[in-house]
């Protein structure tokens, strides 16, 4: 991990100037470090290093760029498979409601996580409450999606209903060649006036290029009286963003901090560092803003991805972020400002991310709006098994 210790010198600097200012003298600037902010450290930006080459399509390299806020800066352009190369991807849906839970992923749900194995398929309709669930056949067993077909199917948003009532999965193998996302993110971290939410897009990327998506609309998923799991990693796929993450639970590849902070993850889609949960001993931060992030005096401002069963890695963002984009690598440089648009609530914060696909532009969601009917710029984005509101 790299030492950043802007803080030490902020601190000396302001012991050297204190008595200056006192008796009325001016005062010059000092060279490095932020008189004004002696407890919070400046934040260390982006740091392509940190990226593990396997993930990566393309060598990193720098730009210019436009972010939300309409800050003309220099972006770093991460183009990824999104398929994780430091762990295994999957299992997520058991054959039978009695298998046990090494042969199913995991779902969240009231702030929990819960094994999916077999008898939780099993119990669905009482779990839920619901007696319209039962996703396996009078034998026991399950009904999965088991074809590229049947994933395609299942992604759509009116999901065909030959696939209601299936546990929805889709496997890597079904991906093409060309799941390829590109993110352009800012080199060092602009702080938003007032905090962003986040858009249908990706929200960050960890550092084996496998995005951070918002949360998924598990309404719209139970609605259609399917399940659609995620692994043990907290990952699922769909034929459109491809492997991807909804919760963190420490399967990715991490940046250890010399002070027993949470380790480094990622980065979100503004630039600024994304940790896990618990530091070394095992303790979560107490003082997280409403986005998941708070400052001290090593890291500046910061996120810490949320509790497994929260469903959020990320709530919203603190600084103007950049672009995510799905598919082809895009030759267009970023503007994330030209989201901005009229489609946006009312009242709402500034346009969020640019949307999937590429071509189009989305305006922000409410993650808990999950049963948003699609729109035609929403169309093309198959996110499987995101339904009608993809995120
Ligand atoms: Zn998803
Ligand atoms: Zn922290």
């Known amino acids: 991990m790299h030492s950043f210790r802007p803080v030490l010198v902020a601190l000396l600097a302001l012991i050297a100037f204190a008595p200056l200012a006192g008796c009325g003298l001016p005062v010059e600037p000092p060279v490095t470090g ?39 800066s220099t972006c770093y352009r991460i183009v990824v ?8 991807a999957g299992p997520w849906c058991p054959d039978t409601i009695t298998d046990s839970a090494e ?15 077999g008898p939780f398929i099993a119990n669905l309709a009482t779990f839920y409450d ?16 088991r074809s590229a077909e049947a994933c395609a199917a299942a992604a759509r948003p009116d999901v065909d209903e030959a696939y209601r009532n299936h546990c929805v999965q889709c496997l890597l193998e079904y991906l ?18 007032r905090d962003s939410s986040l858009g249908r897009s990706a929200v960050g990327v960890a550092f084996n290029g496998v995005n951070f998506d918002p949360p998924a609309p598990t309404d719209a998923i139970l609605g259609a009286h399917t399940l659609a799991p995620f692994d043990d ?3 699922h796929v769909n034929p459109v963003a491809g492997y991807h993450y909804h919760a963190h639970t420490g399967c990715t590849y991490e940046v250890s901090s010399e002070d027993g902070h949470a380790p480094l993850i990622g980065y979100a889609l503004d630039g600024y560092g994304l940790h896990a949960r618990l530091d070394e001993a095992g303790q979560a931060p107490t003082d997280l803003d409403a986005n998941g992030g708070h400052s001290d005096a090593t890291r500046g401002y910061h996120y810490h991805a949320g509790e497994a069963g ?4 990320l709530s919203g963002f603190h600084g103007e972020y950049g672009c995510a ?6 030759d267009e440089p970023c503007d994330a400002s030209a989201s901005s648009g009229p489609g946006g609530p009312p009242g709402g914060p500034p346009g969020g991310p640019p949307g999937r696909p590429t071509a189009t532009v989305s305006p922000p969601i409410d993650p808990t709006e999950t049963s948003e009917p699609p729109t035609a710029t929403e169309a093309p984005h198959l996110h499987l098994p995101h339904l009608s509101s993809e995120d």
């Open 34 to 72: 932020r008189l004004a902010a002696a407890e919070v450290a400046q934040e260390p930006g982006v740091d392509p290093s940190l990226f593990l080459a396997d993930g990566l399509v393309q060598a990193i390299t720098e730009e210019p760029c436009t972010l939300s806020g309409g800050t003309e």
């Open 130 to 145: 619901d007696p319209a669930f039962k996703l396996h056949e009078d034998d026991g067993s399950i009904r999965v999606t």
């Open 310 to 313: 929260s469903n959020a890695i």
């Open 81 to 88: 498979s999104s398929i994780p190369t430091d762990h295994d």
């Open 325 to 330: 984009f799905d598919g082809a690598v895009p």
């Open 233 to 235: 990693c907290g990952g």
């Open 176 to 193: 093409g060649e060309d799941v390829v996302h590109t993110y352009i993110i800012p080199k060092q971290p602009v702080p938003l006036e």
């Open 103 to 117: 042969a199913g992923g995991i779902w969240l749900e009231g702030g929990e996580v819960h094994d999916v194995d």
